[in-house]
């Protein structure tokens, strides 16, 4: 992963379906949409949208604190969402682990907040780069695919969320992500109670999925990649070459040993393990390749009135 030059404004436009909203500023890369009522729909994204302009500086300030190792004495942060980074990666320590692994996840929740926040909504979700954050109504559903391989995004199963599932959060993890990995796992999704533990749950397991000191896997440090990365020396994988499918099994295996444990202390409620075409489950039955031959039921869409509040 090589360092992008991100706009220091933040933007806030229509994707072209003019359904759903894009929001970027720096790293941040969010897709809003809610669904309802006309005029809670458009409360909701003015709310979304006022919250949006103010995270990145808030978490900038507080960013050197926020790369540290976290430790089982939660530090104080003045942000929210710095804080709610903090909680969702302490229950990991003593491995390694930085409040920055939780972020994406973390941002997505505040957003989700602010927007359904005394609004009458049927549902709403925060997409921040995988990492999702949900509100359902009653009787709402929510579907998402399951991709093994984000460069052959062929569809493994779905995802069925509903009202009376605990399930508000899902989080994907990888090397082959946006993000820089300690494993090898193609992909690692993980469904939990809020999106910011979801997130720490998919990096964590997605470390674990690996082979040390296989030759057939590439790393560097991941400061040589990005120097203010908050993983400073230690290697990341940037590139794994054919596995056998007994060296596959064996990563999955040292990953499943982690997401095991992990699940056991009530950490997520579900996980999929991805690597080499194989694929391995943790914790409830909510992802099911059953669904890839159940089509999506279609959801009811009222348009905003007005669309010329964003760009």
Same mark, same amino acid.
């Given at each position: 992963?090589?360092?992008?030059?991100?706009?220091?404004?933040?933007?806030?436009?229509?994707?072209?379906?003019?359904?759903?909203?894009?929001?970027?500023?720096?790293? %941040?890369?969010?897709?809003?949409?809610?669904?309802?009522?006309?005029?809670?729909?458009?409360?909701?994204?003015?709310?979304?949208?006022?919250?949006?302009?103010?995270?990145?500086?808030?978490?900038?300030?507080?960013?050197? &604190?926020?790369?540290?190792?976290?430790?089982?004495?939660?530090?104080?942060?003045?942000?929210?969402?710095?804080?709610?980074?903090?909680?969702?990666?302490?229950?990991?320590?003593?491995?390694?682990?930085?409040?920055? #692994?939780?972020?994406?996840?973390?941002?997505?929740?505040? %957003?989700?907040?602010?927007?359904?926040?005394?609004?009458?909504?049927?549902?709403?979700?925060?997409?921040?780069?995988?990492?999702? #954050?949900?509100?359902?109504?009653?009787?709402?559903?929510?579907?998402?695919?399951?991709?093994?391989?984000?460069?052959?995004?062929?569809?493994?199963?779905?995802?069925?969320?509903?009202?009376?599932?605990?399930?508000?959060?899902?989080?994907?993890?990888?090397?082959?992500?946006?993000?820089?990995?300690?494993?090898?796992?193609?992909?690692?999704?993980?469904?939990?109670?809020?999106?910011?533990?979801?997130?720490?749950?998919?990096?964590?397991?997605?470390?674990?999925?690996?082979?040390?000191?296989?030759?057939? %896997?590439?790393?560097?440090?991941?400061?040589?990649?990005?120097?203010?990365?908050?993983?400073?020396?230690?290697?990341?994988?940037?590139?794994?070459?054919?596995?056998?499918?007994?060296? %596959?099994?064996?990563?999955?295996?040292?990953?499943?040993? &982690?997401?095991?444990?992990?699940?056991?202390?009530?950490?997520?409620? #579900?996980?999929?393990?991805?690597?080499?075409?194989?694929?391995?489950?943790?914790?409830?039955?909510?992802?099911?390749?059953?669904?890839?031959?159940?089509?999506?039921?279609?959801?009811?869409?009222?348009?905003?009135?007005?669309?010329?509040?964003?760009?």
């Amino acid at each position: 992963m090589v360092q992008q030059k991100h706009s220091n404004t933040p933007k806030i436009r229509w994707l072209p379906d003019r359904r759903r909203l894009h929001f970027q500023h720096g790293p %941040i890369d969010l897709i809003v949409e809610a669904f309802g009522e006309e005029e809670e729909i458009r409360c909701a994204y003015e709310q979304a949208a006022a919250r949006f302009r103010t995270i990145l500086q808030e978490l900038v300030q507080e960013l050197p &604190e926020l790369r540290e190792a976290s430790r089982h004495s939660v530090r104080r942060f003045e942000s929210p969402i710095a804080r709610r980074m903090a909680r969702a990666v302490e229950p990991y320590v003593p491995a390694f682990v930085t409040p920055m #692994a939780a972020v994406a996840g973390a941002v997505a929740d505040e %957003i989700l907040m602010t927007m359904t926040r005394d609004r009458q909504l049927d549902k709403a979700y925060v997409n921040n780069g995988g990492d999702i #954050a949900l509100w359902l109504s009653e009787d709402a559903e929510f579907e998402a695919g399951l991709v093994a391989d984000i460069d052959n995004p062929d569809m493994l199963g779905r995802i069925g969320i509903c009202e009376q599932t605990p399930v508000r959060g899902l989080a994907t993890s990888g090397w082959r992500g946006r993000s820089f990995s300690l494993g090898i796992a193609d992909s690692i999704t993980v469904l939990a109670k809020r999106a910011v533990e979801a997130d720490v749950a998919a990096t964590m397991i997605a470390n674990a999925v690996d082979l040390p000191d296989n030759p057939k %896997i590439s790393r560097q440090p991941a400061q040589e990649l990005a120097p203010d990365s908050d993983l400073g020396d230690r290697l990341v994988t940037t590139s794994v070459a054919s596995l056998s499918e007994s060296e %596959i099994s064996l990563a999955l295996d040292n990953g499943m040993q &982690e997401a095991e444990a992990y699940y056991a202390k009530d950490l997520f409620y #579900a996980a999929a393990l991805c690597l080499g075409g194989q694929v391995r489950f943790v914790g409830e039955p909510m992802i099911n390749p059953a669904y890839l031959a159940h089509e999506p039921k279609p959801f009811h869409q009222v348009e905003p009135a007005d669309r010329n509040q964003f760009a």
